[in-house]
Each structure stands twice: as C-alpha cells, then as structure tokens.
C-alpha cells in the first residue's frame, strides 16, 4: 500500500496497537508493512486476559501473531534446502538476526517509553525519530526542497505567509547579504502539537507578516528535509516552532537572534524589532564598508584611465612629432635632389657653350 492512512489504519486493525505507535512503527521500517508487523509482535508477546477487579471488565489479551504469518513461516521451514544455498543463507540469516535486533531495540524503547515517560515526550521523540529517517532518505535537491516546502506551505496556510525565497538556506543568505538585510528563517516542524496553531496565529498573522517581508528576506525549511535539518542542527535547534535571523553569508553566516517556542505575535515582533535595533550595526558596518570598497574601486577606475588617457595622448604627440620630422626630412631630401639637378642642368650649358 502506498497511503501511509491507509497502511495506519491496516496496521491498527491487524495488531491492535493506537495510531502514533503504528505510524512511528511504519516509518522506522521505511514503509515496509510486513518488517513493521514483525517488529510489533517482537515486542509485543501474546498474553492471556486479565479481569479488571474494578470494573469487571475484561482488558483484552494483546493479538498473537497473525495466521498468515504464521503458515507462511511454516512453509518456509519445509522448503528445500541445497548444501550451495548454505552460504548466502547464513549470510541472509545474519543480516536478518542485525535487523531483527536494531528493530527490536527501537520497538522496545517506544514501548517502555510508552508506559514510563509522558505522551508530549514520547510525542516528541517520535517526531525526532521520523525526522531523522526523513534525513536519511532520498531527497531532491535544497531548491526543488524550497520550492516543495512553498508550495505546501502555501496550499495548508494560504497566501498570506512570509515571502520564501526559492532557494536553498545558504543561497539565501547570500541573496540577503548582497542586499545588506537579514535572512529570516522558520524552521518547519508538522509533527509538532503547537505547529499549526503556531503559524495559523503568529507566523501569518497580519502584523507579522507585514514586518518580516518589509525588513526581511525570508526563508522557510521543513525540517523532516536535508536542507532544513542541517540547518536546525547547525542553530542548535532544540524547540519547536523556531525562528531565527541570520547575518551574512558562507563562514561568516551568524545568528543574530532566535525565537524558539510558542509565543504570542507582539512578542514575535518585539523580539525581532529588538534584535534589529541592536544588531542593525552590523548590516550598516557592512554596507559603508562595501560603499568605501566600492568608491576605492571607482576611484582606481578613474585614476587609470586618467593614466590611460595621459600615455594615448603622449602616443600621439610622439607620432606627431615623428611625422613632422619625417615631413622635414622629405623635404630636405627633396629640396637637395633639385638643387643638385639644378647644379648639374647648369653645368651642362657652361659645357655645351664652351665647345
């Protein structure tokens, strides 16, 4: 079955355990329902009823195994079995046993956990478990993540939201600090309890909404993605609903401040007016810096092709100047070529006179 309700709700039915178990079970076996099942009936050993010396009523016996898993076990005990099968099934054996005990060691935790720690924690721990498996898997890439994050978003809160940038966090850092702003970061938990209340009331709320796409650039990540949990892990992340504002970009990428919990949309806005007014220095340092670099670049700009302008110049009154003595020359030479012919005319009428 490919609907994780569908399969839920067939798990259910089959062992009899309640929803969250089953869909902690489901994802801890990437969605193998049979490695699912077989993990529950591990942990979860048929036993008799018990009477409830209260109330009389019976309390049900956990489900045995199912029969169908059951004969199919049986089957396999009856099939043949060849000496050159020997090593790959020791080898599937092994795998199986590892598997088997990594399984059973998760479905044990969340069993004990289930009757020794409170439901927010187990809740909670849940949520970090699938969060992690989610890591774990194939993923597209940090844009295509962006846009997926945007587009449900978008299609379970509305259109009135902070403005995402599509792009990855780190891509958006760098957009945000060529434009000498803060990144604004929401960081997505859906198996969060307050997450929906959370951004139904705070996050998009008018006021906030308003605030953030005016001073911010924006950018939201859902954290059971690659780019979004890397990025909590890096922020050291640790409650849920989070927020965060973000300076510069690459190693120099800093936290300025961070909002984690469930807080009301004045105190939302309170804490990011009182962090920009505090750390706003650095984005003005920032830009007087990058204005100063700028004039130093322009001036250079300038003095070279002042420079540039003088040595064209001087080129061509050297050419000037060689043309007018080649002129000169020419000339000279030619002046001296008539007067010799001249000299030579006049020396041949002498001649032809005296004879």
Known sequence: MSNPDEQVAQFIATTGCDADQAAFLIEASHGNFEAAVQMYYDSHPAEPSYANAATGTAIP???????????????????GFSIFSLPLKLLATGIGVMASVVQLTF?????????????????????????????????PDAKTQARQFIEQFTAEYGDRRPN???????????????QFRFLFVYLHSPEHEDTDSY???????????????????????????????NLSGRLNISTYP??????????????????QGKVRPQQLLAALQRAVDD???????????????EMSRRLLAEQNAEYEAS???????????????????????????EEARARCVQSTLVLAICV
């Open 107 to 139: 479905s044990v935790a969340a069993f004990v956990g289930d009757r020794v720690l409170p439901i927010s924690v187990m809740r909670a721990a849940r949520g970090m478990m699938r969060s992690a498996i989610a890591a774990t898997a194939e993923h």
């Open 242 to 259: 989070s927020v965060a504002l973000l300076a510069f970009s690459g190693t120099r990428t800093k936290l300025v401040a961070a909002a």
């Open 311 to 337: 040595l064209a110049a001087d080129r061509e009154r050297d050419a000037r100047r060689q043309e007018e003595r080649r002129k000169a020359d020419e000339e000279a030479r030619q002046a001296a070529l």
């Open 279 to 293: 750390q706003g220095m650095l984005l003005t340092a920032e830009r007087l810096e990058q204005e100063e670099r």
């Open 199 to 229: 951004v139904s009331n705070v996050l998009c709320s008018s006021q906030v909404v308003d605030y953030v796409n005016q001073q911010f650039l924006c950018w939201g990540g859902d954290v059971r993605k690659p780019d979004a949990f």
């Open 61 to 79: 016996a956990r489900p045995a195994a199912p029969a169908g898993r059951t004969a199919a076990a049986a089957g396999r005990q009856h099939r």
């Open 164 to 178: 995402w940038v599509e792009e990855s966090w780190r891509e958006a850092a760098t957009l945000a600090h060529r």
